[in-house]
């Protein structure tokens, strides 16, 4: 099992930061990384596929980068709606998803 | 737009099978070339894949899940289901299906969009 390490698990920061959370894979996955939101009583939503490929309809203030074992997720300028918790997920093989990172408004 | 939508008792007992069945719209789960899957939540915690099935019948499991878990389709009716047996209270979770992007011909890549709403199953007697 390929396991995925997020960090932090919780981060505090303000409207109009920039922020960064991290995802660690066990193993190398090459680019077979996607990133979700996900917020409170909601199904989570996806943000970035292949590791830095935008979904569409997402704004262009979320980026991805990354191959192998270490990704990241880039939000330039946190707006109120960003106040999430953000899940990474690997499908290199089994499907699995990384323990989350909780965003709080600070 | 295509858009799921999970059905199913939100009450299961313990030792007994969890049933579930997950409704498409706005758009064919047989003439898509995706899988489809579900996917767990327990409260307060993270996400888990229980498993995935193609139209044609071929599935795909999560190994730690694999002994209870059966997952069907009935492209007639655009639905796809899960059954959960032997549950026990580590099964309460909120259920989401979801389409998943992989296809037969890569068993790597993917992304689960878009997905349900999400139904909570409680495990009790």
């Known amino acids: 099992d390929i396991q995925m390490t997020q960090s932090p698990s919780s981060l505090s920061a303000s409207v109009g930061d920039r922020v960064t959370i991290t995802c660690r894979a066990s193993?190398?996955?090459?680019?077979?990384l996607n990133w979700y939101q996900q917020k409170p009583g909601k199904a989570p939503n996806l943000l970035i596929y292949?590791?830095?490929s935008l979904q569409s309809g997402v704004p262009s203030r979320f980026s991805g980068s990354g191959s192998g074992t270490d990704f990241t997720l880039t939000i330039s300028s946190l707006q109120p709606e960003d106040f999430a918790t953000y899940y990474c997920?690997?499908?290199?093989?089994?499907?699995?998803f990384g323990q989350g990172t909780k965003l709080e408004i600070k | 737009q295509l858009q799921l939508q999970e059905s199913g008792p939100g009450l299961a007992k313990p030792s007994e099978t969890l049933s579930l069945t997950c409704t498409v719209s706005?758009?064919?789960?047989?003439?898509?070339?995706?899988?489809w899957g579900w996917i767990r939540q327990p409260p307060g915690k993270g996400l888990e894949w229980i498993g995935s099935?193609?139209?044609?019948?071929?599935?795909d499991y999560n190994p730690s899940l694999k002994s209870r878990v059966t997952i069907s389709v009935d492209p007639s009716k655009n639905q796809f289901s899960l059954k959960l047996s032997s549950v026990t209270a580590a099964d309460t979770a909120v259920y989401y299906c979801?389409?998943?992007?992989?296809?037969?011909?890569?068993?790597?890549?993917?992304?689960?969009?878009?997905w349900g709403q999400g139904t909570l199953v409680t495990v009790s007697s």
């Open positions: 979801a389409r998943d992007g992989r296809t037969p011909y890569s068993s790597r890549g993917g992304w689960f969009d878009p």
């Open positions: 997920q690997q499908t290199y093989s089994t499907p699995h």
């Open positions: 099935i193609y139209y044609s019948g071929s599935t």
């Open positions: 706005g758009g064919s789960i047989s003439r898509s070339i995706y899988y």
């Open positions: 292949a590791a830095s």
């Open positions: 193993q190398s996955i090459s680019s077979y």
